[in-house]
């Protein structure tokens, strides 16, 4: 048993024995700390400066997102172009000036709710040129086969982070402040950075596949004909299309649930953060082990149980079957996401990864600036537990929607088999030969 054990510990966590892969997940775990550290205390902060209105903290998120749709598909174009780790130690830096700037302003008390808006605006620039470079560049630090289970840490390393983070920021807040907290958060920018800088270029992966005229010609355009011309590659962006918007503004709505729902303060609200982030961390562990690219199934399958989770969490009677059902919702949030990214990432062709990647960030976070005023306005004029449970229907309609679509295209048949154990089986198309058993790893 012990044997077992730890052979699944070393698969599991077996990328870490790339070197520039350790300081990498190093850089990003303590960065993401400071960055949830930072999104509680900014949410805090507007509901103080607001008169704790829900529309208001709908609108921050919308403007600290609303950069992602305008430069993600410019991120991915320069991903493909430049050296990604020199980018991201420009990118990094950019993130630690501004944590800096928020964290003198709040402490001097000069704040008001037109600066945290123009800042977030800036930390929004940064991230959609920062997020396709970062998710592209996993790809170069560890070998292919090693990809999936990279993602997974990185997942698992932001997740902890949420875990964590929350719980630090609701604990600091009530100790010190809002203002040292926030010139606390600007220091954790300030580690990949570091890591960055002592990265050995010379050990990364997949480099000189792309030939310098390759790189030079790589066009936004290319990058979205590509994924049009692929039906595997446009499904499950798709799908993510609607579940981003309506699904993923747990930043949002948690904090809304904790304060105008419950009354709780910031150390509750954390408690529900961690909760969904603590099953997020499971979900991501669980993503990493896999060694092969999903079916579409397998992301199809997790958007039902994403989508029926949260609509069970917008109707939890209590704040803690709230706290008790966001664990399973984290985990059934991270394992779809998760088996969209590895199937996108693990489809690409090298040249075309970076602009992939940028569409794949356009649609994960640039919905928000749709979702956040919208998930926003329902909860303050509709109850904010229709904010959480509406969310989840448009998750569960999106995911049945796309999978009758590619039943049609594909002429697949799904059946449930009984026997021995209770499943769904694949036929193929045009034929009634014996059935494939659904691919959901």
Request: charged share 15%.
């Amino acid at each position: 048993m012990g044997q077992l054990l730890r052979a699944k510990v070393r698969t599991t966590f077996q990328s870490l024995a790339e070197r520039n892969y350790r300081l990498f997940a190093a850089g990003q775990l303590t960065k993401q700390l400071g960055v949830w550290i930072q999104f509680v205390a900014q949410d805090w902060l507007v509901l103080d400066l607001t008169d704790n209105s829900a529309s208001a903290l709908g609108l921050i998120t919308g403007i600290q997102f609303l950069p992602v749709v305008l430069l993600s598909l410019y991120g991915g174009k320069l991903a493909d172009r430049y050296d990604k780790r020199r980018l991201l130690v420009w990118t990094n830096a950019c993130y630690f000036a501004l944590g800096l700037v928020m964290g003198v302003l709040v402490s001097t008390g000069v704040i008001t709710l037109a600066l945290v808006f123009v800042v977030a605006a800036l930390m929004g620039v940064v991230n959609a040129i920062e997020n396709p470079l970062r998710q592209s560049f996993i790809s170069e630090l560890v070998e292919r086969p090693l990809l999936p289970n990279a993602l997974g840490l990185a997942s698992a390393a932001f997740n902890t982070a949420r875990i964590v983070g929350p719980a630090l920021a609701g604990v600091a807040i009530w100790a010190v402040g809002l203002g040292p907290v926030f010139l606390v958060t600007s220091a954790f920018y300030l580690a990949p950075l570091v890591f960055l800088l002592q990265m050995r270029p010379a050990e990364l992966h997949g480099v000189r596949t792309v030939g310098s005229r390759e790189r030079d010609g790589a066009r936004i355009r290319d990058g979205l004909t590509y994924v049009w011309q692929r039906p595997d590659l446009r499904l499950p962006l798709a799908l993510l299309l609607l579940v981003g918007m309506c699904g993923f503004n747990f930043q949002l709505t948690l904090s809304v649930l904790a304060k105008n729902v419950y009354g709780t303060g910031a150390e509750q609200f954390g408690l529900l953060t961690t909760a969904l982030a603590s099953g997020a961390l499971a979900g991501a562990l669980v993503s990493g082990g896999r060694r092969t690219r999903p079916g579409v199934y397998a992301v199809i399958g997790s958007a039902v149980v994403f989508g029926t989770l949260e609509i069970l969490v917008g109707l939890a009677p209590t704040f803690w079957a709230t706290a008790l059902l966001l664990v399973p919702t984290g985990f059934a949030m991270v394992f779809y996401a998760q088996a969209t990214n590895q199937r996108m990432q693990l489809g690409v062709t090298a040249r075309f990864r970076g602009r992939v990647m940028a569409l794949f960030t356009l649609v994960f976070l640039g919905t928000t600036p749709v979702g956040g005023p919208l998930v926003g306005f329902v909860s303050e004029h509709a109850g904010p537990r229709v904010g959480v449970w509406g969310g989840g229907l448009v998750c569960l309609l999106a995911a049945l929607g796309a999978l009758a679509w590619h039943l049609h295209e594909s002429g697949e048949r799904l059946r449930v088999a009984l026997h021995p154990l209770p499943r769904f089986e694949v036929i193929p198309a045009a034929t009634d030969e014996a059935p494939a058993l659904v691919n959901v790893r």
